[in-house]
T-cell receptor, first 114, second 112 residues
């Protein structure tokens, strides 16, 4: 069974600080997605990581993928209040009977305090 | 720009009623999905379709059913709603199997 684990599940941080959210997954996959969800809203695609060593950056967020370690990170630089949201990683199920479907982590709730 | 629409956005309905949640996309995607999400919790895949007349159950058992008669339309039906069905339902589509999924705004369902 494919498991996707995010760490931490809740993160409260001060504005201006840096932090990293981790996403571990249990099976071989070379495709990983990061989404953002604001309270009561739908999911917005942030990053698509398609190969080992892939790194993508958008503003204060940077995502990377290490397929050998089965690990992706979402790094937040100099956090601002607008980044407060829930962040999900999602992994493609691969070949082990999972039909190439997206499997989501539990989400990391990020709260940035002034 | 992703164009995937869900209606209604919010629905409060009594126990035992039949309901249909609508999902339409204008991107021509063959692959469509329904996810269920309780507040503050992860997403669970309940149904998916890889094309017209093709539907499959997802990883989370659900009493709902779906149909795919047209590429752009993927409605979800509950024949007899129960309070345990209270949740948010998110529809998504993708161009490729395992490709980037684009999500609708969601339907927040409350069964009283």
């Amino acid at each position: 069974e494919l498991k996707v684990e995010q760490n931490p599940l809740f993160l409260s941080m001060q504005e201006g600080k840096n932090y990293t959210i981790y996403c571990n997954y249990s099976t071989t996959s070379d495709r990983l997605y990061w989404y953002r969800q604001d309270p009561g809203k739908s999911l917005e695609s942030l990053f698509v990581l398609l190969s080992n060593g892939a790194v993508k950056q958008e503003g204060r967020l940077m995502a990377s993928l290490d397929t050998k370690a089965r690990l992706s990170t979402l790094h937040i630089t100099a956090a601002v209040h607008d980044l407060s949201a829930t962040y999900f990683c999602a992994v493609i199920g691969g070949f082990e009977g999972y039909g190439n479907k997206l499997v989501f982590g539990a989400g990391t709730i990020l709260r940035v305090k002034s | 720009e992703a164009d995937i629409y869900q209606t209604p956005r919010y629905l409060v309905i009594g126990t035992g009623k039949k309901i249909t949640l609508e999902c339409s996309q204008t991107m021509g995607h063959d692959k469509m999905y329904w996810y269920q999400q309780d507040p503050g919790m992860e997403l669970h895949l309940i149904h998916y379709s890889y094309g017209v007349n093709s539907t499959e159950k997802g990883d989370l058992s659900s009493e709902s059913t779906v149909s795919r008669i047209r590429t752009e339309h993927f409605p979800l039906t509950l024949e007899s709603a129960r309070p345990s069905h209270t949740s948010q339902y998110l529809c998504a589509s993708s161009e490729l199997v395992g490709g980037e999924a684009f999500f609708g705004q969601g339907t927040r369902l409350t069964v009283v």
